[in-house]
């Protein structure tokens, strides 16, 4: 099979075998999703695991993510099926002190895929670059990714910032990432969670009312 195949040659971190076979499965017509679900992100499990039992080191976790980032190039376009339909604007970004950013960026080309102007902020981002950013380009939605259980409460910080700063009432705050739960969400007054990219894109529709 060649998910198999493929999520092998991400997890081995061999960037080239990857890439030919993303591009192979691409060519046969496999739907863009299917090869994110099936081959790539069961990889990144497969890699975080042998991380938790010491079986492999950072070095070894970044050269992964770098060939499943090779290969979310390759998928890019396709998974960003264009809708010309505006639905709004979603300011993204993984929270201060997390560089995780593969999980927030296949919501970024998600979102935008569904009509969403969306401007993503990058890694590593403190409540007041999310300040600037509402100030600045008024999105109607911000979305909050956090990959740590270090870096979660971060977005309660956040989201205290935009209350202390006026601004909470102005925006829709979503968050997301692994570690993250319908439970945790509510715990510190976001207005929605998606487990996924795919779900992440469904709730903002439906959240401004634009599905
Ligand atoms: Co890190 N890392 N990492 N890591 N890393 C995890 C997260 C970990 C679970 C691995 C493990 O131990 N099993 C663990 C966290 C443990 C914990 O907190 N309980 C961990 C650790 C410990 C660390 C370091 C601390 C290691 C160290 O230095 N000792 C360090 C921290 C660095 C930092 O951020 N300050 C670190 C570093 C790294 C790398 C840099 C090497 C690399 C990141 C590269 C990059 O992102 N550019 C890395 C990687 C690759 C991982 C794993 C293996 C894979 C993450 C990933 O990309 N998954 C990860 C293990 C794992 O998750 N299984 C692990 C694939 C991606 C598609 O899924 O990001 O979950 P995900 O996104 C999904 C959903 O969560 C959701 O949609 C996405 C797509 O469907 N989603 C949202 C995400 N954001 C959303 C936002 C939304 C909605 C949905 O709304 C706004």
Redesign the pocket.
Known sequence: MRFEELSMAVENGDAPTAVELTQGLVDADTDALEI??GG??PA??V???R??EGEIY??E??I??RA??ACLGILQPLLARYDSTKRGTVV?G?VK????????N??GIMMEGSGFEVHDLG??VDADRFILAIEELQPDII?????????MPNMKTIIEALVEASLRDRVVV???????TQEYADSIGAD?????????TERAKSLLGVA
Do not use: R
Not at 174 to 180: D, E, H, I, R, S
């Open positions: 994110l679900e790539l992100v990144m499990d890699i975080g695991q991380f938790s950072v070095p976790m970044l992964a993510a499943m980032k993204l993984t002190g997390d560089i995780h950013d593969i999980g927030k296949i919501v890694t590593d979305g909050l990714s956090a990959l740590l259980t270090t870096t979503m968050v997301g990432g692994a570690p993250l929605a969670y998606a487990p996924d990219a795919a779900s992440a």
